[in-house]
């Protein structure tokens, strides 16, 4: 034990401390026993080597304090802030400083213990080369990198046990966690990532297939402005437990590929808020039964970006389960596709806009939606029926004259609402004769758009001929009357 004693010029040790002058092998102790309380204070380019350390242990509190650039601590073993019933354990890095440990446990056990980090300030950084286990056993732990600071990781375990607390915080300009190994936000796990913090990860896991099944929830966020989470591989959100995953305004989620696995709505993504974003450059599977709420929701100015598939799966096969309700709802905001897949009622097209290059199953737009055609893909393919209604809107998008049809349904169509053309950006002006096909079915068509606008640039002396529009579905450019 010590008191008020330096180990170094710059390295101080105050209260309950063991050994009382450390060697680079020896187990550093820190706060040890009932109501005894221990700090150490690293700074002005002081240097603490240790073999392993215990910060509050056995319902003691103990503090480390590592400030100030060039001061730093190296830990060669596991690293345990609050280890016993009652401890409190706290690592403080700012302004520089650098700390590196094996292992990382934050809140490592014992009932009420509670065990906390503060990574803080530009330059200011955490590294644990094994292991993070931020929240293990019945221990309440927090971990919060912010103002600038980085946290590097290679396994990171949030919360994921059923009877431990764990949050986890990024936030602030040039906040940086860069996490290489497993990185599972367990079942009593919250992460949010906010204001310019930047978060990257690898098969990440929302949700711990350890769980039991309906409640907890893993949570987390990205929001803020330019707030992200990029996630390499597979991001699986929902894994034998809820899980519920919101990016808010001006936040951004970037990934390879995603499945989301939920009962009754449990688990989800939700990109409902302005400016809000994910952009997924793979497929994204959406595995979902009893769905109570949807899985994928995109709002209020949402956009979500899905370079590959789309794909909507009941979890159980077979069997008599009844029909809650979609999966997949869109409101007010973007869905973008490269194909769709979805069960029968599985998309709640209830506003917003819908662009695809392909949709597998009966297309249902009569709600307040707007499907776009010619976009983001040069044309869409419908393998079923398309159904618009009077508030909704079909917007198609020419580059030039073309036979192809841009919206080719294999089934029955049945129109309302409004249709508007417009001409990709840089078109020349149609000339006499030329033709485009704007739809093309193979079954039925009945009804008719309420209302038709033609924006397309045309030579002088032309108009737009839609006579065949609902025969051929096509225009064609010839001498005004």
Do not use: K
């Not at 590097?152 to 040039?174: E, I, K, M, Q, R």
């Not at 392909?358 to 869409?380: C, E, I, R, W």
């Amino acid at each position: 034990m010590s008191a008020a004693q330096p180990a170094s010029a710059d390295v101080t040790f105050v209260g309950s401390v063991s050994p009382p002058d450390p060697a680079p092998t020896d187990t550093l102790v820190v706060g040890a026993g009932i109501e005894q309380v221990g700090e150490v204070l690293v700074s002005n380019r002081g240097r603490l080597l240790s073999a392993g350390a215990r910060v509050g242990y056995g319902q003691g509190t103990g503090t480390v304090e590592v400030l100030g650039y060039g001061a730093s601590w190296i830990n060669s073993g596991p690293l345990e802030l609050a280890s016993g019933p009652g401890s409190r354990g706290a690592l403080v890095v700012r302004r520089g400083a650098q700390v590196t440990t094996d292992d990382l446990v934050v809140g490592a056990r014992g009932y009420t213990a509670e065990g906390r980090v503060l990574v803080e300030g530009y330059d200011a950084t955490l590294t644990s080369r094994a292991s993070a286990h931020i929240g293990r056993s019945e221990a309440i732990s927090a971990l919060e990198v912010r103002q600038g600071a980085s946290f590097f990781s290679n396994h990171v375990y949030l919360g994921d046990c059923p009877v431990c607390g764990g949050a986890a915080t990024a936030a602030g300009a040039h906040t940086r966690w860069i996490s290489a190994g497993d990185f599972v936000v367990g079942v009593r796990g919250t992460l949010v990532v906010r204001d310019g913090a930047e978060l990257t990860t690898v098969d990440a896991a929302l949700g711990s297939p350890r769980g039991d099944g309906l409640d907890p929830v893993a949570r987390a966020t990205v929001s803020g402005w330019g707030a992200t989470w990029t996630n390499q591989g597979l991001l699986r959100v929902g894994a034998g437990s809820f899980a519920g995953l919101s990016v808010g305004a001006y936040g951004a989620l970037v990934t390879d590929e995603a499945v989301i696995r939920s009962e009754l709505g449990g688990s989800f993504v939700q990109v409902n808020a302005p400016q809000a974003s994910w952009i997924n450059g793979g497929d994204v599977a959406v595995l979902a039964s009893l769905s109570s709420s949807p899985s994928l929701l995109v709002d209020r100015g949402g956009l979500v970006h899905i370079g590959g598939l789309l794909r909507t799966a009941p979890r159980v096969e077979g069997g008599s389960l009844p029909y809650l309700g979609p999966s997949v709802r869109l409101v007010r905001g973007d869905l973008i596709a490269g194909a769709i897949e979805v069960e029968e009622g599985d998309l709640d097209f209830a506003g917003g806009r819908l662009s695809t290059g392909s949709f597998a199953g009966d297309l249902v737009n009569t709600q307040g939606g707007a499907l776009l055609v010619g976009g983001s893909h040069p044309a869409t393919a419908v393998a079923g029926s398309y159904r618009q209604g009077p508030d909704a809107a079909l917007r198609i998008t020419v580059a030039g004259p073309g036979a192809a049809p841009l919206l080719d349904v294999d089934g029955d169509v049945d129109l309302d609402g409004a249709l508007e053309v417009r001409a990709a950006a840089g078109a020349t002006p149609f000339q006499e004769g030329d033709t485009v096909a704007l739809l093309g079915w193979s079954g039925d068509l009945s009804g008719a758009f309420a209302a038709v606008e033609i924006a397309l640039p045309l030579a002088p002396g032309l108009a737009w001929d839609t006579s065949a529009l609902y025969t051929t579905g096509e225009i064609t450019a010839v001498s005004a009357p």
